[in-house]
Nanobody, 121 residues
Framework: QVQLVESGGGLVQAGDSLRLSCAAS????????MGWFRQAPGKEREFVAA????????YYADSVKGRFAISRDTAKNTMFLQMNRLKPEDTAVYYC??????????????WGQGTQVTVSS
């Protein structure tokens, strides 16, 4: 069982940066692939980024590639999402998630409660 808590969201202007954190507690953080998803009002939850626990390989949605960077610190049981050059269309609730393997679909077993990111134009 893994518990996930996101932090770092907020209100920023277009072009600014934010760094989201996802703190994990419980057993076996290093055994899980981790992902970030987001959900805007009236829209379905969509994939943002993921990182493999086996290879360290990273995966990104086309809409964030080159602007966002996912990373994890296994020693601190924490995952990060560095978001640069933010756009108004990045506005959403951001969720971190854990699963036994990397997936670009929202099939992850464990989810955090979400953190709001709002980007004004």
């Amino acid at each position: 069982q893994v518990q996930l808590v996101e932090s770092g969201g907020g209100l920023v202007q277009a072009g600014d940066s934010l760094r989201l954190s996802c703190a994990a507690s419980g057993r076996g953080f290093s055994n899980y692939a981790m992902g970030w998803f987001r959900q805007a009002p009236g829209k379905e939850r969509e994939f943002v980024a993921a990182i493999s626990q086996r290879t360290g390989g990273t995966y990104y949605a086309d809409s964030v590639k080159g602007r966002f960077a996912i990373s994890r610190d296994t020693a601190k049981n924490t995952m990060f999402l560095q978001m640069n050059r933010l756009k108004p269309e990045d506005t959403a609730v951001y969720y971190c998630a854990a699963h036994w393997q990397v997936s670009l679909a929202p099939v992850y077993e464990y989810w955090g409660q979400g953190t709001q990111v709002t980007v004004s134009s």
